[in-house]
């Protein structure tokens, strides 16, 4: 069985300062991850995603995250954070093959302050 | 370019009444489709997913049920309403060889 885990519901920053949310995944197969970015009311939108090769994936809107087997981590950074970054994320994990079922967490809001 | 839509965007319903959320897939066939649920709090559950017409595997026990009678057309339903039905429902779809799940915009359930 897979699991997720978000380190932090609610993570607040200041404006251009650097965002770090926590992603740490359980899986018994090599995992496909991702993270998803929520606007209030509205549907989930895919920010990044790994499944293999290069470790450092980079995203849409300046984020980037880094799949490391070792700690079993799958962090999202973005370097300066803007008003707009305001949102609730979402880290995934899908056991890849023929099952693309997707495993959440239970979500980081982020606040960006002014 | 393929795109989801899911209707309707809000609903106010009674206990006990009927349930029926719509939602279709546009520019590609033989979707993979999937309904998750949002509660405040605890994630995106994974409630129906379907590998084709007439195929559905529900993940987990519930007052609700899903049908794919087309193609790219999935349906989730209930006869009678639970309080603990609100919620947030999202419809997605994946190609069926792809590794990317995609996401609609939501409905919100509220039951009353």
């Known amino acids: 069985a897979q699991s997720v885990t978000q380190l932090g519901s609610h993570v607040s920053v200041s404006e251009g300062a650097l965002v770090l949310l926590r992603c740490n995944y359980s899986?018994?197969?090599?995992?496909?991850l991702f993270w998803y970015v929520q606007y209030p009311n509205q549907g989930l939108q895919l920010l990044l995603k790994y499944t293999t090769g290069a470790t450092l994936v980079k995203g849409i809107n300046g984020f980037e995250a880094e799949f490391k087997k070792s700690e079993t981590s799958f962090h999202l950074t973005k370097p300066s954070a803007h008003m707009s970054d305001a949102a609730e994320y979402f880290c995934?994990?899908?056991?890849?093959?023929?099952?693309?079922?997707?495993?959440f967490g239970k979500g980081t809001l982020l606040t960006v302050n002014p | 370019s393929q795109t989801i839509h899911q209707w309707p965007a809000t609903l106010v319903q009674p206990v006990g009444s009927p349930l029926s959320l719509e939602c279709t897939v546009e520019?590609?066939?033989?979707?993979?489709l999937y309904w998750y649920r949002q509660a405040a709090g605890r994630g995106l559950q994974l409630l129906f997913y379907s590998v084709g017409i007439g195929q559905i595997s529900s993940e987990v026990p519930q007052n609700l049920s899903a049908s794919r009678p087309q193609d790219r057309q999935f349906i989730l339903s209930s006869k009678k309403l639970l309080l603990s039905d609100s919620g947030f429902y999202l419809c997605?779809?994946?190609?069926?060889?792809?590794?990317?799940?995609?996401f609609g915009e939501g409905s919100w359930l509220t039951v009353v």
């Open positions: 997605a779809w994946s190609v069926l060889s792809g590794n990317t799940i995609y």
């Open positions: 995934a994990v899908s056991e890849g093959g023929s099952n693309y079922k997707l495993t």
């Open positions: 520019g590609t066939s033989n979707p993979n």
């Open positions: 899986s018994s197969v090599p995992p496909y």
